[in-house]
């Protein structure tokens, strides 16, 4: 009876470790939760990402986005790109893996302890091809009509190209 229950427990183990090791989040169900949720809510195209390691076995991705449309704040800076920073995603983690020159719906918040812009899988990101009925939604419920902005960037004028300039040479 015994090494039927030792057998028993060594072969639940693996099922018990998975299930303690899972991303577990919130269940966000609709597009109005997510959206009262996040504190940015945002479409973007990712056009570089960094990562460092912060822990042994995990990395985190710096990913800049180039912001084509958002929904919050309703005081978001146009025509700019903006640091996000995520975990990378290894299915214990409830990281969000980002890939550069893809687009994505993107809700984030600022984090308390490092001041971060900061997302994750639990939050609800989605890769643009995903995005059509929530961006519908988010234009009901925030009263927008704005449609994605596939305008190219903004050209460099004279004063951006000395202020860049400017600032190579003191970093």
């Known amino acids: 009876m015994k090494n039927k229950a030792l057998i028993a427990s060594i072969l639940m183990l693996p099922i018990l470790i998975s299930i303690a090791s899972a991303c577990t989040c919130i269940n966000l169900e609709n597009t109005e939760q997510r959206l009262e949720n996040a504190q940015y809510v945002f479409l973007g195209e990712v056009i570089d990402i960094d990562l460092s390691s912060i822990y042994a076995d995990q990395e985190m991705q710096e990913a800049t986005v180039r912001i084509m449309q958002y929904w ?50 639990c ?44 600032k190579s040479l003191f970093s």
């Open 72 to 121: 919050k704040p309703t005081a978001f800076p146009e025509a700019v790109s903006l640091k996000l920073y995520a975990t990378k995603d290894t299915g214990a983690n409830c990281g969000y893996n980002f890939e550069e020159n893809k687009e994505y719906l993107i809700y984030a918040y600022m984090d308390q302890e490092t001041g971060k812009l900061t997302t994750n899988s």
């Open 123 to 166: 939050m609800g990101n989605l890769e643009l091809s995903m995005t059509q009925s929530e961006i519908e939604e988010l234009n009901k419920l925030t009263n927008s009509t704005t449609v994605p902005n596939r305008a190219e960037p903004i050209q460099e004028n004279i004063f951006t190209k000395f202020f860049d300039w400017l």
